[in-house]
Antibody, heavy 119, light 111 residues
Framework: EEQLVESGGGLVQSGGSLRLSCAAS????????MHWVRQAPGKGLVWVSR????????NYADSVKGRFTISRDNAKNTLYLQMNSLRAEDTAVYYC????????????WGQGTTVTVSS | QSVLTQPPSVSGAPGQRVTISCTGS?????????VHWYQQLPGTAPKLLIY???NRPSGVPDRFSGSKSGTSASLAITGLQAEDEADYYC???????????FGGGTKLTVL
């Protein structure tokens, strides 16, 4: 079964840092581009970041550019999101998702991990 | 404010047909990027419902269909069932943002 499992969420003070992980299983992780998407409480989905299959090309939403860093370890089948200078507005459930070739879509999603930034 | 615009809510009675619109611009849907749709049941992760404007992943009932024209797209649900009550999101790629964009989401209520 193709699966993504996020971890690393928690409560952090404003200005602090957190690193999220997303462990992939059941598919060839190194063949897929990957995304992070977040959802603030009671709000809609917001795209955060995307990384190509070999980890040398990344894109970010303007709201996190310069503060968040996406990376991956294909040997460990794991995607990461390093979040620095956290703000209250970064409070959300963070999902990792897989992008199948050629469609710019997200076909497999994790269950999400919750990040709460206290001010 | 989302880059893609969806109605906040739609509703319909069981068995009826509803549509959800998604309006973009010349840098996303109008730039010929595909539109994708997701269903999010309460308290769960999003699930891919339609990809590439009109394709259904394996396991998605044919009651769900998608279409795209110009700078807009639509999701249609026929034969509404109580289990369809959920939030629905459209998504595309935006060339000016170099990333994905989502609609604000539409809450479907089955009356």
């Amino acid at each position: 079964e193709e699966q993504l499992v996020e971890s690393g969420g928690g409560l952090v003070q404003s200005g602090g840092s957190l690193r999220l992980s997303c462990a992939a299983s059941g598919f060839t992780f190194s063949s897929y581009w990957m995304h992070w998407v977040r959802q603030a409480p009671g709000k809609g989905l917001v795209w955060v970041s995307r990384i190509n299959s070999n980890g040398n090309s990344m894109n970010y939403a303007d709201s996190v550019k310069g503060r968040f860093t996406i990376s991956r370890d294909n040997a460990k089948n794991t995607l990461y999101l390093q979040m620095n200078s956290l703000r209250a507005e970064d409070t959300a459930v963070y999902y990792c998702a897989r992008e199948p070739a050629a469609y710019y879509t997200m076909d497999v999603w994790g269950q999400g991990t919750t990040v709460t930034v206290s001010s | 404010q989302s880059v893609l615009t969806q109605p906040p809510s739609v509703s319909g009675a069981p068995g009826q047909r509803v549509t959800i619109s998604c309006t973009g611009s010349s840098s996303n849907i109008g730039a010929n990027y595909d539109v994708h749709w997701y269903q999010q049941l309460p308290g769960t992760a999003p699930k891919l419902l339609i990809y590439g404007n009109s394709n259904r992943p394996s396991g998605v009932p044919d009651r769900f269909s998608g279409s795209k024209s110009g700078t807009s797209a639509s999701l249609a649900i026929t034969g509404l069932q109580a289990e369809d009550e959920a939030d629905y999101y459209c998504q595309s790629h935006d060339s000016s943002l170099s990333g994905s964009v989502f609609g604000g989401g539409t809450k479907l209520t089955v009356l």
